[in-house]
């Protein structure tokens, strides 16, 4: 059975980094491009980034270029979303999804709040 | 960019009805589209890819269709654990994706 355990939410101040991590579990993650998607309260969801099979490719919405880093450990299975700089806005739950065009299976999500 | 503009925002039906929900792109994006469902607190759910392809386990009471820039997501028969939150999601325009806004559905 397909999981995806979200990690790393927690309570940071603005301009603060914050480092999610997303561990997979009953497939073989090498084979599978990973996402992130967040959806802030009350709000809808957003794509934030994603990583090919293998780490060579990652893209990133504009609102979070420059300032996230999406990478991935397939000897670990794990793959993680490095925030830098972060602002109120990027407050959300953040969920892993695994897919190359559509994701397929989810995480339960981990919650980042910014905030003074 | 691509925008996804969905309808209604939410809706309320009997057990029994029919719902429809469109999605529209600012653009052509062929068939390549999704669906998901989500419950509250809950995460996402894939129902439909590619416009019209049903996921492995989904009840076939829902379906999808369209191509180009109009698209159509079908609740044959709106059962009590249907009530959730529906959004379509584009693919077309790598390497980014974009989501509707979303549309609430209450069973009455």
């Known amino acids: 059975e397909v999981s995806l355990v979200e990690s790393g939410g927690g309570l940071v101040q603005p301009g603060g980094s914050l480092r999610l991590s997303c561990s997979a579990s009953?497939?073989?993650?090498?084979?599978?491009?990973m996402h992130w998607v967040r959806q802030a309260p009350g709000k809808g969801l957003v794509w934030v980034s994603r990583?090919?099979?293998?780490?060579?490719?990652?893209s990133y919405a504009d609102s979070v270029k420059g300032r996230f880093t999406i990478s991935r450990d397939n000897t670990k299975n794990t793959v993680h979303l490095q925030m830098n700089s972060l602002r109120a806005e990027d407050t959300a739950v953040y969920y892993c999804?695994?897919?190359?065009?559509?994701?397929?299976?989810w995480g339960q999500g981990t919650l980042v709040t910014v905030s003074s | 960019d691509i925008q996804m503009t969905q309808s209604p925002s939410s809706l309320s039906a009997s057990v029994g009805d029919r719902v429809t929900i469109t999605c529209q792109a600012s653009?052509?994006?062929?068939?390549?589209l999704n669906w998901y469902q989500q419950k509250p607190g809950k995460a996402p759910k894939l129902l439909i890819y590619?416009?019209?392809n049903l996921e492995t386990g989904v009840p076939s009471r829902f379906s999808g269709s369209g191509s180009g820039t109009d698209f159509t997501f079908t609740i044959s028969s709106l059962q009590p654990e249907d009530a959730a939150t529906y959004y379509c999601?584009?693919?077309?325009?790598?390497?980014?994706?974009?989501f509707g806004q979303g549309t609430k559905v209450e069973v009455k």
């Open positions: 999804g695994r897919g190359g065009y559509w994701i397929d299976d």
């Open positions: 009953g497939f073989t993650f090498s084979n599978y491009w």
């Open positions: 990583i090919n099979s293998d780490g060579s490719t990652t």
């Open positions: 653009q052509d994006i062929s068939n390549f």
């Open positions: 590619d416009a019209s």
């Open positions: 999601q584009q693919y077309d325009k790598l390497p980014t994706w974009t």
